[in-house]
Structure formats: C-alpha cells, structure tokens
C-alpha cells in the first residue's frame, strides 16, 4: 500500500487537497492493483482470474465517486447513516461481486476482508496523494465509508442467499443418496447430516445439528469415537464396518469412511462421514464363502474347510501336547443303494448319514464331507485311546440302523480308519493319508468295522504307490500283454470266439495277473488308456484270425465300469469309434453295475454299439443286483456265469440250481450263456446238460499269448 507509482501527487505538491471521487476516477487502477495483490494473498484468490477479481471492484469504486458528487442534505445523510438510504446502482454491484465469490470458492471471512482491503487502500493512497494538504475533507471520508458499508452489506446478503442456495443443494444431493452422510466437529458433535441418516435416528436433521455421537447413537458411540480420534490423530482416512439397529428391523451392516477435513494452518477442522448399507453385499459374500467352504448336499464342511480346520489343531496340539484323531470313513454299500434306487435317494442317505455321524461328536469336534461317501471327523483334545473306540463303535451302530428313503430300506455300513497325531503324523497330509490307510484295512476286513493306522500299513502303501509308479510307465515302456483265452462251443467243442485278457510283463516280477493291478488302474485313471490299448490289439487280432479262418472270428474285450460310464476321456472317443467299425468281429464285456447307473450317456453308447453290430456281453452276472428289465432294455446278448456258481456247483445244490436258472432265463430272453471258471468234466457236462451254449476255462486252455493261440485255432479244438 505504500507504493505509490501510478498515483497522481499534482495536489500533494500544490499542499491542496484533491477531492476523494476525483481521485478514485484518476487512480483507479492503481487502487485496483492494491486491491489485486491483496485479493492474491487470499488461498481462494491465488486462482481466480485478474479480470474477475478486478470487475466488480471498478464498477463499486466508480459508483462511489459517482455518489460523492452528488450534494446530500442532512435527512438523506441521516437515513443513510442509519442503513435506510435509497437504493442506489453500489448495490446492485455488490450484490454481484457477493454472487462471483461464493462462485470462486471465497470464505465468509476471506470476502469480508476484501472490503476491510478496499476501505484501507482508498483512504491510504488518498493521504499520501495529498501529502501537505492542510486538512481531509471529512464530508468526502464519512460518505466513502458509509458506501463501503453499503456495499459491504449488499454483498454479504447475495453471498449469504448464494451460501444458503449452494447448501440447500448440497443437501439436496446427499439426501438424494441412500447413504449415510455427515460432518463431525473434532469434538465429535454433528455439523450437518443428510436426510437419510437423520431418519435413521429417527429425528429432523436440525435437530441433531449440535449434538454428540454419544446422544443420537450410544450403542455405537464407543467405536465410532475411537475411529475418529485416530482420524483426527493420524490425519488420514480411518475406514472400517459396524453393525447397526437404531431402529425396528432387522439390523444392518455399514461400510464407512472418516475423512479429516484439513485447514489452512495444518489442522483438522472438521471429519466428514460416508456410510453405506452393504448388507446384501454381505450376504452375497457370506453365500460365496458357505459355497466355497461347506458341502451344498450336507451343510457339513467340505475337503478345503476340512483341510484348513485341521492344520489350526495340529497347531494347537503341538503346542499344547494334546493329541488329536482324525478318522476316515467309508460307507459300505453306497454304490448299491445309489444303482438300485438312483441317485436321488442316495442323496438322501448322504443326507441322514451326515446326520448321524455329526450326532455322536462333540460340538468342539468337525465332521466333514470330502465328496462321494467319504467323510471325516476331526476329534479334538483326545485323552485315552479307549474313548476313540467307543465312538467309532457308537458311529458304525448309527449307520447300521436302516435308512427309509422314499417309502424303500436302505441299508449300509460303514469302514472306519484311525490316525492320530502325533503318532501317526506330524501334519495334515499324513493324518488323512494314514487314516485313509487304515480305513482300506477296514474295508479289506469284511466292512462294518474301523482300523487304527499301523506301521505295517506305511508299508504297504508305500509298496503301493511303487506299484502305481511303475504301472504309469508301463503302457509306455511296452511292459503290457495282451493274452486270449478260448471261448469253446459246448456243443461241438470248437474254439469260436476268445477273450482278450491284459498281462503285466514287469521287469523284474515277470508276468502279473489283472487282480494284482487292475484296481489300482481304475482308482488311479490308468484304466482308460490300459482298455484302449487292449481293444487295438484285441481289434488287430480279431481281423487277422478271421482272415485266417476265412470266417469271422469274435474277440471279447472288457470295459471297466468307470472307463465305460465316464462321458469323455482319455481314448473314450477313439474307443467308441473303433468298436463301431469292427461291428460284430468284437463283443464288450461290462458288469451289471454299467446298466444300473442307467444313465444319458451310458443308453446313448450301448444304443450306438448295438445298431453298429457290436455284441454285449454281461459278465460275472448273477453277483449283482440283476434285473430281467435291464437286460432287454439294453439288448444283451449273452450273459457269462460268474465261475464262482460254476466252482461250486458239483458240491452245492443251490449254486446248480441258480446256474440253471440263469440259462433258462437267458434262453426265454433270447440270450445266450457262457460258463467261465470251467476247470472239470464233471463241470462241462451238467453245464451242457443244463443247456449251457459256451464254456471257457482251464479245462479247455489258460490265456496264452498270440502264438499259443493261433497253435490252438490250427488244432481247431
């Protein structure tokens, strides 16, 4: 204010005093340049463009000196000392200049300064302008300040109307939103709160305006106030989650957010509140988790939650010296209800049998379903060995009881595998892999009983998994065999078909039987890329002996039931498609189990193989659930004895007489008969007095290799 550059000093040199309107018309940009710098120094002004800043300080200055030039009598100067002066254009600037600053982001404060600068600059300039003057026009000083007040007031009442219009909008908009808004002082008492969250607290918004946290919400209130002091303390966003039932209803879950609001000097002056309803969004995420960690058939928790439930205890009882059991379960005749009744009552069974191995636990203990008809239990803190025999005692009695599903009796049992920890295994893998071990002894031991895991067990398996190891490169490495056994008409005891039977050349145990490794095929996956070597040499076979015998020689393949029943896999496609072509140069053998899972695909394979000319072939019948429907529906061609009837029937009547009842069926169906496991005369000829068609066995010859067969085809018998 003190640099005078641009101002005239004409009077000041003279010593007579420059009237202030002619001054303010003669100086007026350099007011405005004062008023300009101080405008800048404002935060709000440091942005704002020179031209608007200056606009409407010109338009208000000039008005003034326009107003200084005009004689008042003394009413008029009364009236307008007393604020009821008669409308003039100042206002109308100032309303204006009140109007851009509540536009540009002024505060009430920073606007009214604006006018303390303007009052300050004029006056100041105008006395060093007169320097020496004798006196200031007093009359020129007391209207100039009566303008400023003027103008001042015309310009607070635009920016209070504006302030209040730009709240109600705010309002507006924040009470438009279903979330919660509000602003707190650093005492923790409401400044302003939206619609929305006023009628949470059942209450007009003014009327919360000025109360604390503690008095609308005092459930909440603790929390609350420990997030805002470390807002307040750290100065940055404290985020977290509540649960909130102010009113009638069920409560409701609120994600929010404190937000300092920071001034000029580095403080906190406020903290803004955002909360959102994100109850439908937890509910979601709860159903994600339940779907992901429980078991949708049996509510029970599932392999994953099973898994992570048992690392905590192995955790916990390491470090507290207690031992913990894991046992393994099994249920015994699951597949059979499942083929007999379908699958939905073996849901059902899966259902109550949860129900009753959850019934005999603790509620500290997890019971768990890993799929299929596995489950798991996790007994915690076990004191003596002897508890964890009577409840397996006490689980397999549950399970022995009949199941009533659908007006029908189910009934199973159950194996049981023991592992404890730490004896058994120092973590997870190896407590569910021993008690896996155990509940296989189980089984093996006539079912309906459980095992605890043993050190000969360790040994077994791992002889088993050596086993494994080396079948999966046995296909590769060219190990496997393919031997045929002679299938013979027992009426002309001729050779007319054979059966392709898979051999194990292992190089170091020499030939080994299907029974030693078959099992460990269909559990492992292997068996699908074993049937689909079999059937391309059994096919090559078949063609090149029916081009020897100038007739068309049939070679019977076996297709375990989960190669078969899979929809797609490994070799299934090229599979299907060759049998297809080789038509009736080639039969399938399947067990009953196959057609009593009756399923889309399973129809579907057997349809296409029986218009393609494919024979069907059920084996081992009679050991299984058999059914008359069954056998036409799926157009069977013949049915093999299983050699158990067969090896028994010289001493058992009942063996005798369900082997002849076998044929008798089969021929009114129009089927015919094999009787496999023919090892005596005695044997062959009540089977061909009772009608048998074919016979297979030792009697006649064991599998042999490709050579030893062709020699048998060459003898003809």
Known sequence: MDNLRGVSMDHAEQGTTQRLSAFIRGNLDA????????????????????????????????????????????????????????????ESQAAQHGAARVASGFTFDETLSEFRALRASVLHLWAKANGQAAYMPLDDTVRFNEAIDEALTGSMERYALDKAEAMRQFDTLLSSSPDLQCI???????????????????????????????????????????????????????????????????????????????????????????ARNISELKASEDKILRYAYYDSLTDLPNRMLFRDRLEQEVRHAGRTGRKIAVLYIDLDGFKEVNDRFGHQAGDKVLQEAARRISGQVRVSDTVARLGGDEFTVILTEVG????????????????????EIDGHQANISGSIGVALFPDDGSGPEDLIRNADQAMFAAKKSGRNGHSFFTQTMRDSAWARQCVLHQLRHAVADEQLRVHYQPIVSMATGAIVKAEALVRWQHPECGLVLPDAFIGLAEESGLIGAIDAWVLEQALGRA?????????????????????????????????????????????????????????????????????AGVKLTIDDF??????????????????????????????????????????????????????????????????????????????????RDVPGFEALLGAGR
Not at 241 to 266: D, F, H, K, W
Not at 631 to 643: G, M, T
């Open 622 to 703: 009679g050991i299984g659930y058999s059914s008359m429907a069954y056998l036409k529906k799926f157009k069977v061609d013949f049915l093999k004895i299983d050699k158990s009837f067969v090896r028994d029937m010289m001493e058992s009547v009942e063996s005798r007489v369900f082997a002849e009842t076998i044929v008798l069926m089969a021929h009114r169906l129009g089927l015919e008969v094999i009787a496999e496991g023919v090892e005596t005369p005695e044997q062959r000829d009540w089977l061909k007095a009772a009608g048998c068609d074919f016979a297979q066995g030792f009697l006649y010859s064991e599998a």
């Open 384 to 403: 003596k060995v002897s508890y964890i025999d009577a409840l397996v005692q006490d689980i397999l009695r549950a399970l022995a009881q009949p199941f």
């Open 543 to 611: 063609h090149a002996w029916s081009a020897m015998l100038g007739t068309p020689f049939q070679v019977s393949v076996n297709k375990s039931p989960s190669d078969f029943m899979v929809r797609t896999g490994p070799g299934q496609s090229d599979d299907l498609a060759r049998l297809l072509q080789a038509g009736s140069t080639v039969a399938v053998e399947i067990t009953e189990g196959v057609m009593l899972s009756d399923s889309p695909g399973v129809r579907a394979k057997l349809r296409q193989m029986h218009d």
């Open 31 to 90: 007011i405005l340049t004062a008023w300009d710098d101080f405008a800048r120094s404002l935060a709000s002004g440091r942005h704002v463009d020179a031209a608007a800043l200056r606009d409407h300080a010109g338009g208000m200055l000039r008005t003034i000196a326009d107003d200084l030039d005009n004689a008042e009598t003394v009413e008029e100067q009364h009236d307008k000392a007393q604020g009821r002066g008669a409308r003039t254009g100042l």
């Open 184 to 274: 707190l002082s650093p005492e923790g008492r409401f400044t302003y709160l939206n619609k929305t969250l006023a009628q949470l607290f059942a209450r007009e918004a003014e009327q919360a305006v000025g109360k604390q946290l503690g008095e609308l919400c005092p459930a909440l209130a603790a929390s609350l106030e420990r997030d805002l002091a470390q807002a307040l303390t750290s100065q940055a966003p404290v985020r977290g989650e509540i649960r909130c039932s102010a009113q009638p209803g069920p409560a409701v879950t609120y994600r929010y957010v404190l937000m300092p609001v920071i001034n000029q000097n580095g403080e906190v002056a406020s903290v803004t509140v955002t």
